[in-house]
């Protein structure tokens, strides 16, 4: 059972348009959620993250939305750069005392077409 | 952000032999360590967790005398792969965080495992 869902495994966009990557969520106890980028064979890097409490977080040509309703977040990266070429993942975490845990999509490919 | 680093970054070894992977976190005290893997085309898949001083938990289906994860201080976790074959070549990612809530997980550069 996929507690988080990213349904597009792939993703093209023209180079200076916005692109938009979605992810929705199944647990309602999930209450931290973070996008992460990354390039072949190298370690996932961190991008941004948001909190349960907010609905909206930027930080430079990075926002992520989140509609706690309808348990969907989504990553908006305007303007796309040709550097933004890559898988981008979706993660969710709940925090209950000690125990933590990451829930992970399966991630888009984005391609920025020049 | 935090640095998280992984040595070595490549390496190829016999069938049969141990292979021993590092992950230090560089600039900040990593109170849970994790260990994923990655095979070709595919998400990461989570291994293993450990807090530090503390025995790792394994995720179902991943043997844990083959793969022995050490996590003896809050700077370094080490992941064994015991007499490997051939199927356990992949791609190997550390990552730590801090102790808190919504303390961020970062990611080490990864090692390339390939067993002949």
């Known amino acids: 059972d996929q507690q988080v869902k990213q349904n597009s495994p792939s993703l093209s966009v023209q180079e200076g348009r916005i692109s938009i990557l979605n992810c929705d969520y199944t647990?309602?106890?999930?209450?931290?959620f973070l996008w992460y980028k990354k390039y072949p064979a190298e370690g996932p890097t961190f991008l941004i993250s948001?909190?349960?409490i907010k609905d909206k977080n930027e930080d430079g040509r990075f926002t992520v939305f989140l509609n706690k309703s309808a348990k969907h977040l989504s990553l908006h990266i305007v303007p796309s750069q040709p550097g933004d070429s890559a898988v981008y993942f979706c993660a969710a975490s709940a925090f209950d005392k000690s125990n933590y845990q990451l829930i992970w999509g399966a991630g888009t490919k984005l391609i920025i077409k020049p | 952000g935090a640095v998280v680093s992984q040595h070595p970054s490549r390496v190829i070894c016999k069938s049969g032999t141990s292979v021993k992977i590092e992950c230090r976190s560089l600039d900040f005290q990593a109170t849970t360590m994790f260990w994923y893997r990655q095979f070709p085309k595919q998400s990461l898949m989570l291994m293993a967790t450990s807090n530090e001083g503390s025995k790792a938990t394994y995720e179902q289906g991943v043997e844990k005398d083959k793969f022995l994860i050490n996590h003896a201080s809050l700077t370094l976790s080490t992941l064994t792969v015991t007499s490997a074959h051939p199927e356990d070549s992949s791609f190997y990612i550390c990552s730590a965080r801090g102790g808190g809530a919504t303390d961020t997980q970062y990611f080490g550069p990864g090692t390339r495992l390939t067993v002949l």
């Open positions: 647990n309602s106890m999930f209450d931290y």
């Open positions: 948001i909190s349960s």
